[in-house]
């Protein structure tokens, strides 16, 4: 385990030298030109989760998704289409226990098109935690996993066009 968080650390750090437009969170500071990005992404994915995922609005999951939206999860497979995510979101409500995510960490990577000119979308990198809690228990931790979301401008309005979830751990 201790190799691993190395390895992550050396990773970031060799990411942060390829680019001056990488932005991280709650270890580094965030570079002051990408602050306003950095703060958009960082309020869609509390509304895709803390609104979206956790308290079941599928209002709000319609909203912040593309229509060719696509989902890859290293353990349940393929969700390859906006219509399956949002029934998949829905479906949260039959279980037998009360589901939850946390944003641990996050860092945002610029994307423009025309020589760096327009921006067209971010990168949103980041670890999560999830939890589940039955009535009458107290609230564990399932899992740790890692994310990779990309946010494209569609219409002046960000959306949530892929999704990467993998590297999930159980807790010890």
Avoid at 55 to 70: G, K
Avoid at 154 to 159: H, T
Wanted: charged share 25%; with cysteine.
């Amino acid at each position: 385990m201790k190799i691993l968080k190395l390895i992550s650390i050396i990773l970031i750090v060799a990411l942060y030298s390829c680019s001056n437009k990488v932005i991280f969170t709650t270890v580094d500071k965030v570079d002051p030109e990408n602050e306003r990005l950095y703060n958009i992404i960082k309020e869609k994915d509390s509304l895709l989760f803390q609104i979206g995922f956790n308290q079941i609005d599928t209002i709000q999951v319609e909203r912040l998704t593309s229509s060719d939206f696509e989902f890859y999860h290293d353990e349940h497979g393929i969700t390859d289409s906006k219509s399956s995510f949002i029934q998949n979101i829905y479906g949260i409500k039959s279980l037998p226990f009360k589901t939850w995510r946390t944003l641990v960490s996050m860092e945002v990577f610029p994307m423009y098109k025309e020589n760096s000119e327009i921006l067209y979308g971010v990168i949103q990198n980041g670890t999560h935690d999830f939890y589940q809690q039955n009535e009458g228990e107290v609230a564990r931790k399932t899992n740790t996993a890692r994310f990779t979301h990309l946010w494209i401008i569609e219409d002046g309005e960000w959306k949530l066009k892929r999704v990467l979830s993998y590297d999930h751990q159980v807790p010890e």
